[in-house]
């Protein structure tokens, strides 16, 4: 459906965007997501036409759109949403049916489904900029939709929107677009909607595509540490697979300590195997500590990993628990910020930890900086990156 | 003091006893200064747009060009109107001094750059981004161009205002150009003066309260238009 | 012409969408509104050459006479005359490019000289009025009783009172100047004014600033009821003002209307003409404001 290749614009001082290969199938919603100034946006201008890049080809509909000589029929089949809509100084109705009268399309019914479908039939009459911003965006998208668009690329259309609003819209233009299976592409800098929304999502940053996956793999499965800081995996380890089980890798680490030895925690009862008891040993005479973590992944005895937990996975105890966790360490804590509705604990294991953990908890566990406690992670909860 | 009463007394009287001579007169200074302004919002609009909206070498200078022709005196404009209509002057083939046509030549000449400017002004107020949403709606160029004019009715209506305030009391070129003829180019302003001259003040209070009440008929017009269907 | 195609492509299509509809009424009737314009403008210059450019003087124009006279002629021969009425100065310029097919001045010397490098082929004095000199009532400069105006304007000039000139070059001026100098006295700024307008401006302005000033008596008639100023000297033979018609050389100019000034210069010759300006005033003034002077 979309074919771009060997994409080139340099934007000096700015930005230099390369996309040498990537294909968007028909009837999904693909993310884009990035940080700020990775090229996203520009990626959507260069779809869009608004902004010409330097070399490549882009495909859509069967043709490279960058070299029409009218761009308008391919305009009119495209609904480009802005992330600051502008919504003209009319009513609520006369905005959404604009596209239609500039298409010549008189089919007016069209409106009245929009207005019914993002639930604002009550406002139609209204004048179009007196709306608060969550209407003011549903009316974006609804003249945006209106046009029954074979492509919609959507340029962070909720990033000014209070959470309130968007989580609302986020599930109403999910039942609308899914239901419509219409080829959608958003740009966002935020995961959680595109772990929502999107059935692909692609990670850029620099101008560069680092990962194109389906939501699960990306976050839980970054290829690389650069995707892997921005989907917000917090813990990143170094170390290198020491012995393979199955699917079940062990992981050294190097951990630093002050005051006391790093210390596996498993099953005192002995259900672990003696191997890993050994190991254990060994390590604990050092300074400089080799400590070993179990992580289910595909690596080879040898391989030199980044071991990545996120930090929701991570769970806090003040006694060592028996549970099916894996992994635990001994840890203090270093700093706790809140963080959205929880708090980040930032956690020194002899290697920086960190953990999400809800204000109750805290409470429960009487954590404060400077606490000696454990946290634990499952094997299949880490994801090891190739170094 | 006494006969500033008596000449408004006589202008009020005159007024609601207009004689065909000054009908005559408030019919041509109506037509030349709206077909006036129509040719002139019909050039400065599009023009406005354009240099706002294009970028091309020497735009700035352009600018500086307009902005300066905006202060264009009248009488100028009449003169070098005047000789390039001469019989013997280089447009003398067509005829036109000492015309309504001449009249509505010169006037294009002096509200036109005040149209382009004020129009220019407006369009570059607009925020770029809405004409690039315009664009991602599918709008042509030309829809585009339509639907920013009228986002900036308000603005666009106060260039034709100051526009066609311009001409219709502009005295200078009209004179120079129309020549001030009976039944022919008299319009209210020249009139006036004539009047003046001729020591008539009540007829020239009655033609300049005449041109001020057509002022503002026009002016509450144009805004009554503007402001109906929506604010 | 690329918007106005677009705007009616747009427009057919739009044809029927309801909120166009406002747009479309006034882009339409804004379409009509040009197109009937570019119409009325092109009833133009078909059967040229019924129009006659006579310049003129305002002096001539404010007074109404040449209104009068024009309308008669226009109405009698069919002709369209443009009568521009400018100063003196200006309306001999106009003959001598060309632009005008008759003058109407009142400027002897420049007159003759016109004639003699060859711009005007007849020229003949037809009607004169006269100027007066007006001042306030007490009269300090004691002009009032002088013997002649040079005297007169000596008398201004020694005692240093206000007088206001046109400063504008046109034919009042340039004999007004003339008669400063056959009084042999030039004028000092510090009580001589050049406003640089017309005739009723001047008095206005000699009006408000009580001061002396040179007047057509027409002028003065005409804005009699509004003056404190009076006459103060009138009747040398050196205040009269002799109008002269020149037909303009056609030889000159091959786009001149000679046909069309020859009759006009008749008619304003003729002895209606004569009827007409030595009744003109009569009713308003109870005085006629010109003198017939043609044969």
Known sequence: ?387 | MLYIFAGFKKALFLIFHLNAEILEIIRLSLLVSMVATGMAIAIGLPLGSIIALKRFRWRKLVIALINTTMGLPPVVVGLMVSLFLFRNGPLGFLGWLYTAKGMILAQVIIATPIITGLCLASVQSVDPKLYQQVIALGANRWQALLIVFKEIKLSLLAAIVAGFGSIISEVGAVMMVGGNIKGQTRVLTTATVLETNMGNFDVAIALGLILFLLSFMVNAALTLIQQKKYD | MMLRTDCIRWLILNYKSKEIALRKKLAVSLLVFLLGVSQALSFSFAGENKTIILATTTSVQDTGLLDLLVAGFQKKSGYTVKAIAVGTGQAMQLGQNGEADILWVHSPADERQFVKEGYGTARTTFMHNDFVVLGPKNDPAKIKGVKNIAEGFRRIATAKVLFVSRGDNSGTHKKEKKLWQAAGVTPDKEYYIEIGQGMAATVNVANEKLAYCLADRSTYLSLKKLLELVILFEGDEALFNRYSLILVNPEKYPKINAAGAKEFFAYLLSEDTKNMVENYGQDKFGQPLFYWDYK
């Open chain 1, 1 to 387: 459906m979309i074919k771009i290749k060997g994409l080139h614009l340099e934007l000096p001082g700015r930005l230099r965007l390369d996309v040498d290969n990537l294909e968007i199938p028909a009837g999904i919603l693909f993310a884009l997501i990035g940080p700020n100034g990775a090229g996203k946006s520009t990626l959507l201008n260069i779809l869009s036409l608004f902004q010409k890049p330097d070399k490549g080809s882009v495909e859509v509909f069967g043709k490279n759109i960058l070299v029409l000589k009218n761009p308008l029929p391919y305009r009119r089949r495209v609904s480009f949403v802005l992330s600051r809509p502008y919504l003209l100084h009319d009513t609520v109705y006369n905005n959404i049916s604009l596209p239609l009268a500039l298409r010549g399309i008189r089919d007016k019914s069209r409106v009245a489904e929009m207005l019914a479908l993002f639930k604002i039939t009550p406002l139609s009459g209204q004048p179009a900029l007196s709306l608060s911003q969550g209407e003011t965006h549903r009316v974006a998208l609804a003249r945006a939709l209106v046009t029954r668009p074979e492509l919609i690329l959507l340029d962070e259309p909720f990033s000014s929107l209070d959470p309130q609003y968007k989580s609302a819209l986020l599930q109403d233009l999910r039942r609308i677009i899914k239901g419509n299976k219409v080829t959608t592409i958003f740009v966002t800098q935020d995961q959680n909607e595109a772990l929502f929304l999107a059935d692909l999502i692609g990670v850029i940053k620099g101008g560069r595509i680092l990962q194109v996956a389906n939501p699960q793999d990306v976050f839980a499965r970054p290829i690389s540490k650069e995707v892997a800081d921005f989907i917000g995996i917090e813990t990143i380890i170094e170390g290198t697979v020491v012995k393979k089980e199955d699917s079940l890798c062990l992981v050294a680490v190097d951990s630093v300590r002050e005051q006391s030895l790093a210390t596996k925690f498993s099953d005192s009862q002995g259900a672990l195997d003696g191997n890993n008891q050994g190991l254990r040993l060994e390590v604990c005479s050092n300074r400089v500590n080799h400590t070993i973590m179990e992580v289910v992944s595909d690596c080879i005895v040898g391989q030199k990993v980044l071991v990545c937990v996120r930090p929701e996975n991570i769970t806090i105890s003040t006694a060592p628990e028996r549970d099916s966790a894996r992994n635990h360490f001994q840890a203090t804590i270093k700093n706790m910020v809140p963080w959205g509705l929880e708090y980040k604990i930032d956690l020194d294991c002899g290697f920086n930890v960190v953990a999400f953990v809800t204000k109750q908890s805290i409470d429960q566990l009487r954590l404060a900086v400077g606490q000696q406690v454990f946290a634990a992670f499952k094997a299949t909860a880490a994801h090891l990156i190739k170094r």
